[in-house]
Every structure is written in C-alpha cells, then in structure tokens.
C-alpha cells in the first residue's frame, strides 16, 4: 500500500547551520509532493512542492529534493533559525486522487541559539 | 482575506456521545478537507467536501460523517465516540480542490474523548 515515511524523528541544530530532514515514499505512482511545517497548536503550513517531474525546487532558504529513483524526498533549511522550530511533514498526492494527501509521520526539528 | 477557523478548539467527550466539529473555509474557498492527527502522527485524511458533494473518503468508518453548506463553510460529525478518536482534527480548504500552496490549514479543534 502507499506509505510516506521519514527517516529521523527528531533533527536538533545550531542556529545558522543548514538542516535536512528526509522522507521516503513507497507509491511510485505519486505525482505530487509538499513540505508542511507544524507549531505547535497550529495547523500545517505549506513551505514547498514539488512535481514528479521535477527533482530540484528552491525556495526562499529551502530546496526540496526528489528522487524517483530511490523514492526519496529531501528538505534543505540554510541558515537555521529558531523560528524554524517545528515539526516537518512530507505529503504526497498520488496520481489520480485530486482530493487525498498522505503525511508521514513527521520530524521535530529543534534549533538550538 | 479571513483564513480557516475551526471551533470549538477544544473539547471533552465521554465515550459513546456524539460531536460535532465545524469549520469555516478560507473566502473565495469552495473545497474543504478533513484530517485526524493522533498525537505524535501525521494528519490522515478523512473525507473532502467539494461544492457540498462529498468527493473522497479515507479509511474511516461511517460513523464519521460530513457536510457542507452553500457558503462552503463544513461540520464534522462523529458518532459512537470511542477512545481512539481522541486527536486533533484538521480542516483544511482550497479552491476547485487544489493543494499544495492554496490549500490552507486551520488550528484544529483537539477533542478528547474519556
């Protein structure tokens, strides 16, 4: 069945360092993929997307990287901040189902001052 | 431009009453979207409400049920409460079902079911 998973639960960094959290995805058939981070109490909040066609997005200090190949999907944070404190999911969407998105299970990333 | 709101943002429930969860969506949003998010998880999809029709359901069983009315505004309504339905329930809206950037989250309303 689809699954999207991450590889670290918790990614603890230093202000200014970049940050990558990871996520692998099993359904091959996903066209679709999306960055959210959480605070707490909060709803998710999109960062980036990024289409199957695609294997590099750049954001305002965060790329997101895909490969196909291995199923697998990358955010990069440059220059860390403590407001970047938050849990990160990926999301996909797989093609032919407009309405669903599938999290993993999310990465708490602490920032350290 | 209001975004999502969801109330109440908290609730206690006993086991085997009934809730019910609205959701205002975003203006100019025609799509609404329902998520549970179990502690320490991720958001799983409920079912999604497009132009008061429901046009998708995840693995919930009936007793989770929705609507949505003509100014695209939503409720949830869950019935036979069990323990397990204790979670944080998302709401989420777009329009004409697009996600990624258009698709805004509200905070969520935690319900705890004792």
């Known amino acids: 069945g689809e699954s999207v998973g991450l590889h670290l639960p918790t990614l603890s960094v230093q202000e200014g360092d970049n940050s990558i959290i990871n996520c692998a995805y099993s359904?091959?058939?996903?066209?679709?993929f999306i960055w959210y981070k959480q605070e707490s109490g909060k709803g998710p909040q999109f960062i980036i997307d990024i289409r199957s066609n695609m294997d590099k997005r750049q954001g305002q200090r965060v790329t997101v990287l895909l490969n196909k190949t291995v199923k697998h999907l990358s955010l990069q944070i440059a220059a860390t901040q403590p407001g970047d404190s938050a849990v990160y999911f990926c999301a996909e969407n797989s093609g032919g189902s407009n309405y669903k998105l599938t999290f993993g299970k999310g990465t708490l990333l602490t920032v350290n001052p | 431009e209001t975004g999502v709101t969801q109330s109440p943002t908290h609730l206690i429930k006993t086991r085997g009453q009934q809730v019910t969860l609205r959701c205002s969506s975003q203006?100019?949003?025609?799509?609404v979207s329902w998520y549970q998010q179990a502690l320490g998880q991720g958001p799983q999809f409920i079912f999604q409400y497009y132009r008061e029709e429901e046009n998708g359901r995840g693995n919930f069983p009936p007793r989770f049920s929705g609507l949505q009315f003509p100014n695209y505004s939503s409720e949830l309504n869950v019935n036979a409460l069990e323990l397990d339905d204790s979670a944080l329930y998302l709401c989420a809206s777009s329009f004409e079902q697009r996600q990624g950037n258009g698709y805004t989250f509200g905070s969520g309303t935690r319900l705890t079911v004792v």
């Open positions: 359904n091959s058939a996903s066209d679709y």
């Open positions: 203006s100019g949003h025609n799509t």
